[in-house]
């Protein structure tokens, strides 16, 4: 029962009472409970293991990417993870590793491939001095201790070029930010004409050098000159000529040659490691086959391009693009 109020009558104040059984919502209560204690559990075991299957399910994929990753060395890159079809974040995922699984296994090809043929390069050199030593060895009548010196010198000076070849390759793989300073690139132009006159009866024309000052590596741009003027003189027949023109936000450096050129088709794969065109020749004039790879790489390190294009003489201009400096 419950509820009491006074109220006013003529014979005085009077109490009124009013009540009202509760047994109907005790009753309630005490099923609602019930069903609460039983149900409520039953319900969250439900919905757990629901959560639990549907998140299993889901999650599948992620697991089945975790034991194959897990799976993989250095020697099974080719192998690939399961990409589901759906289109979503976890096929994304298997995507993107796949991905990455043929970026490393094209690094670790290329490795294997510049190892293997910077092996026979060196190798190269160290089997021509191996072999004049046995022969004078062997026949002191033969090969005189000047010719044998002669030999030695000049295949020591291959190997030591390579050798040079190599570790700057070997820098721009770690991607070093080259040192900055301004540098005048048209001395470095008339240098390398200086140089080429001195060392080939070809014709080297540098008047088309203008001023031009760039931000960069003086030894690495130096190299740069160097390349492309040996590259030139290797492949003219009579001439070889180097400009420079400043462009304003650009500096632009040309080498020309008359010489056969290279094939359109080819222009790309020259700028590869060890890549000669002319194998026998190459090997016999002293090429590595890296003189364009290292301009290639030293270029870009510097912010600029380079490209193969036919050379009004008749053979190949190599251009190369560099930031010009803004101080």
Known sequence: M?????????DGPRTVLVARALIGVFETTAVVTKVM???????LVVVAVTTWVMVG???????????EVDEISAAQLYRRVPQPDADDEIGRLAATMNRMLVRLEGARNSQRRFVSDASHELRSPITTIRQHAEVALAHPDRLTAQELADVVLAEQTRMQSLVEDLLLLARADERMP?????????????????RLRAT???????SGVGAARVQGDAD???RVLRNLGENAARYASSRV???????GDDVVLTVDDD????PESERERVLQRFVRLDEARSRDDGGSGLGLSIVDEVVRAHGGSMSITQSPLGGTRIEVTLPADEG
């Not at 419950?2 to 003529?10: D, L, S």
């Not at 080939?200 to 540098?206: E, M, W």
């Open 241 to 247: 000529d180097i400009a420079l023109a400043d462009l």
């Open 57 to 67: 399910r889901a999650l599948a994929p992620v697991d089945a990417i975790r034991r």
């Open 178 to 194: 080259p040192s900055r300073a301004p540098i005048d690139l048209d001395d470095l132009a008339f240098e390398e004409g200086h």
């Open 259 to 262: 010489g056969p050129g290279i």
């Open 220 to 222: 690495a741009l130096h």
């Open 200 to 206: 080939t009866s070809k014709r080297v024309d540098t």
């Open 2 to 10: 419950a509820g009491a109020e006074g109220a006013q009558t003529p």
């Open 37 to 43: 204690l039983i149900g409520l559990p039953l319900l």
